[in-house]
Every structure is written in C-alpha cells, then in structure tokens.
C-alpha cells in the first residue's frame, strides 16, 4: 500500500493515541518524522521517542506526556499538504493561538519551529500545528 502523506497520516496517528489515552504509539520512521518528534519533545507536546530498528526503514516508537489524567496534546492540524503547499516568507510567519501553539515549518535551515523561524528571519513550507 502505498501512502501519498506520510506526514498528515502520522499526526492523525498521534492525534488518534492522544485522544484514546494511550502511552504509547508506533509509526514507520524518516528523517523528517524524526526531526518532527524532536521538536514536540523540545516544546513539550510528548515525554519521549525511540527510534527502533526492527526492519530497513524503523519504528518510531512516541511516549506521550499527560498532566492531570489530560494528555499535553490538545489539537494537532496539517497545513501544507501534497495537493495544496502552503508558503510563508519571513514577516507572514504564523502564530498558533497567539503563541501558546507551535507552527513546524521546513525551511532552508531544516525543520524548525515558527519562533526560530522568527529569530532567523526566515520563511518556508508550513507543515502543521500543535497546540
């Protein structure tokens, strides 16, 4: 079977755990999947990530971090998808609920956040929200 958004698949996956209440989740890893976790565990959307190596491409396997019997996860949304790329320069860089979210955008720079976006003064590709 072939997948056409690895990305938007993979926060439905996340969305789906966190709302379930699950520990844990497993998803086929890439680089950019990874780079992804990296930022959620640094903005503290999950406790951890281990990249497992079961087979020639991995597993990604995400600790989710609840507070309160409430997972840290409240919304997850793509933006940018195959069919409709969404751009921003460096003076149109979004902000997520006034800050309090995180827009991931690629940019020249590798994956990064809308605030080291905003420190860089660069722009590039919205991928999604979390908040």
Do not use: H
């Not at 086929?28 to 406790?47: H, P, Q, V």
């Not at 997972?71 to 969404?86: A, M, T, Y």
């Not at 990064?112 to 660069?122: Q, S, V």
């Amino acid at each position: 079977m072939s997948v056409s958004d690895p990305i938007a698949d993979t926060l439905t996956i996340i969305r789906n755990a966190a709302r379930a209440r699950r520990q844990t989740v497993e998803f086929k890893a890439s680089k950019l999947l990874e780079r992804m976790m990296t930022i959620f565990k640094n903005d503290g959307y999950i406790e951890d990530f281990r990249l497992l190596k079961d087979n020639k491409q991995g597993i990604l396997k995400v600790y989710f971090k609840y507070e309160k019997n409430k997972s840290s996860i409240i919304g997850l949304k793509r933006i940018s998808r195959p069919g409709l790329r969404v751009y921003s320069d460096n003076m149109r860089i979004p902000k997520v609920l006034n800050g309090l979210g995180t827009a991931v955008i690629s940019s020249s720079k590798g994956l990064i956040t809308d605030r080291e976006a905003r420190k860089l003064k660069i722009g590039g590709e919205v991928l999604c929200y979390i908040w």
